[in-house]
């Protein structure tokens, strides 16, 4: 069954207004897309800024509209007929088949090749992966496909980092890809933890894909800058490498207490550090007594990897 998707777009003080109108010819089911909204999202979300990709501002600019769906049925553009007549404001159409709904995002997840030796391939690919070492991956709602420039700096420092045998902390993990990259390279085992309560079952599903053995892998959800037991669990033993992939504010505050987890001789790899913001976070973990081995750009983002 075919859809047809409906947006009208308006000025930001006519939203409620048009929202109202729909539902009372019986639309109660919106998506409004408002600028203001995206902005007090981010205001109360500062934690991630950093990610925020500039396209995504870019396209809210100025953005003030409502969507809703109808089926592409007699039924429905009788009911699309009568909308157009009640409404005050012009209603754009565009056809959409249901297979659409589910895969159509799908398009957008192509096999990546990263560094000399990885290839992040999504999980409905079934691709010659030559010589690389694949890690599937089943893209959702959580940071870490390979995409974004961190990610792909993490990935390629792991290649020249992770030996057979090493212990490897991963904080905030996301989907897992990095922990997943350590144990494919030949890492002993992988603690990992992420403060989104969805991480553990993503890394877990992700790691089956890749035939990691469950005792090779321990998921962990907390907030590891907050002073507790949580810390003082992941901070029990050393480890040979440290990933923290995260945001500027959230490595500056692992700065603080992180240096004695590495074993001597161990390195730390951390990413995510927007343009503008090196300097400060070098010196924080300076200050927390790491010691700076080697820097990476990659557009806006700075990654280092440090040691003890």
């Excluded at 000399?116 to 890690?135: C, M, N």
């Excluded at 959800?221 to 959230?250: E, K, M, T």
Aim: with cysteine; charged share 25%; hydrophobic share 45%.
């Amino acid at each position: 069954m075919g859809w047809l998707e409906l947006t009208i777009d308006a000025p930001a003080g006519d939203i409620a207004r048009v929202a109202e109108r729909l539902e009372t010819v019986g639309i109660t089911d919106l998506v409004i897309e408002d600028e203001a909204d995206f902005l007090a999202f981010l205001e109360a979300n500062r934690q991630y800024w950093d990610y925020v990709d500039e396209d995504l501002r870019s396209a809210m600019a100025g953005r003030s509209r409502v969507m809703f769906y109808l089926e592409d049925t007699p039924d429905g553009e009788a009911k699309l007929a009568q909308l157009r007549a009640a409404l005050d404001w012009p209603v754009a159409q565009r056809p959409i088949q249901e297979e659409d709904w589910a895969n159509n995002w799908k398009k957008y997840y192509r096999p990546l090749p990263i560094g000399e030796r990885l290839l992040v391939v999504p999980q409905w690919e079934d691709v010659d992966t030559g010589e690389r070492i694949p890690l599937r991956l089943d893209p959702g709602l959580i940071f870490g496909t390979g995409s974004h420039p961190t990610t792909r700096c993490c990935l390629e420092a792991l290649e020249t980092l992770t030996v057979p045998g090493r212990q490897v902390l991963d904080l905030g993990c996301g989907s897992g890809i990095l922990s997943i990259a350590a144990l494919r390279l030949g890492a002993e085992h992988v603690t990992a933890c992420d403060i989104d309560p969805k991480a553990p079952d993503v890394v877990r599903s992700n790691a089956a894909l890749n035939g990691i053995e469950s005792d090779r892998l321990s998921v962990f959800h907390g907030d590891v800058l907050a002073p507790g037991s949580f810390r003082a669990q992941l901070g029990a033993r050393q480890y040979d490498l440290i990933l923290a992939n995260i945001v500027a504010d959230v490595i500056i505050g692992l700065a603080a207490f992180t240096a004695p987890w590495l074993a001597p001789g161990g390195r730390m790899v951390c990413a995510g550090i927007i343009d503008g913001r090196e300097s400060e976070v070098e010196q924080a973990l300076l200050a927390g007594g790491f010691q700076v081995l080697k820097r990476f750009r990659d557009g806006d983002w700075h990654s280092l990897i440090l040691t003890n």
